[in-house]
Every structure is written in structure tokens, then in C-alpha cells.
Nanobody
Framework: QVQLVESGGGLVQAGGSLRLSCAASGRTFSSYAMGWFRQAPGKEREFVAAVSRSGGNTYYADSVRGRFTISRDNPKNAAILQMNNLKPEDTAVYYC??????????????????????WGQGTQVTVSS
């Protein structure tokens, strides 16, 4: 089992940046792929980004590619989402998630939230125009 705690959300003006962190418990962090999803009011939870166990492969939603960067630090049991050039439509609760996929290539097809079994409590990101 892995437990996840997000931090780093807040209020920022359009064009600004935020850095979200996800702290994971347990000694098997490096065996989990890590991801970020977001959910705006009245909308379904949607995929934002994911990173493979080693950090060597990353995947992004089209809406954030080129603006957001996902990374991980396995010795520190942490996953990071660096968000630049934020837009009002990025406003949502952001959730950190973890899952064990047998092969890293499966991560590319796992952009629906039901593929992921471990979730943090979420952190609010609000972007003002």
C-alpha cells in the first residue's frame, strides 16, 4: 500500500506558475507509476500527466503539454508537477495518484482514472484571469 499527500496548490494569476508536490509513504515507491489528475466543479476527473517507475517515460494531456512537467524523486518518495503559463481553465482540484503497472508501456493507455487505485486527498489550484 502507498499513501499520498499533495501540497503546493493555491491562487495564482494567469501566466503564473505553481509547483505541486506529492509525498508518498512506504518503501516500495519506486515500484509505482505516478500520475496527476484534476477535477473541476461539475466535470469528470481528467488525466493531466504520468511518469513511469524510473522517471524515464512521461505522458501528458494535450491541454497541458508544453506547459506542465511531471517528475519524480525516488529516494525522496516524491512526485512533482511543475505548472507554468497557467490558464483560468486549469482551475481544479489536483489529485496525485499511484498504481503498479506490469509494464511501463501500459501507462500510455491508462489515462482514465479507473486504472489508478491509490489517491491523495487533492489540492486546490485556482487561476484568476
Amino acid at each position: 500500500q502507498v499513501q499520498l499527500v499533495e501540497s503546493g496548490g493555491g491562487l495564482v494569476q494567469a501566466g503564473g506558475s505553481l509547483r505541486l508536490s506529492c509525498a508518498a509513504s512506504g518503501r516500495t515507491f519506486s515500484s509505482y507509476a505516478m500520475g496527476w489528475f484534476r477535477q473541476a466543479p461539475g466535470k469528470e476527473r481528467e488525466f493531466v500527466a504520468a511518469v513511469s517507475r524510473s522517471g524515464g517515460n512521461t505522458y501528458y494531456a494535450d491541454s497541458v503539454r508544453g506547459r506542465f512537467t511531471i517528475s519524480r524523486d525516488n529516494p525522496k518518495n516524491a512526485a512533482i508537477l511543475q505548472m507554468n503559463n497557467l490558464k483560468p481553465e486549469d482551475t481544479a482540484v489536483y489529485y496525485c495518484t499511484a498504481e503498479r503497472f506490469e509494464y511501463d508501456y501500459l501507462l500510455s493507455g491508462s489515462k482514465h482514472y479507473h486504472y489508478w487505485g491509490h489517491w491523495g486527498q487533492g489540492t486546490q489550484v485556482t487561476v484568476s484571469s
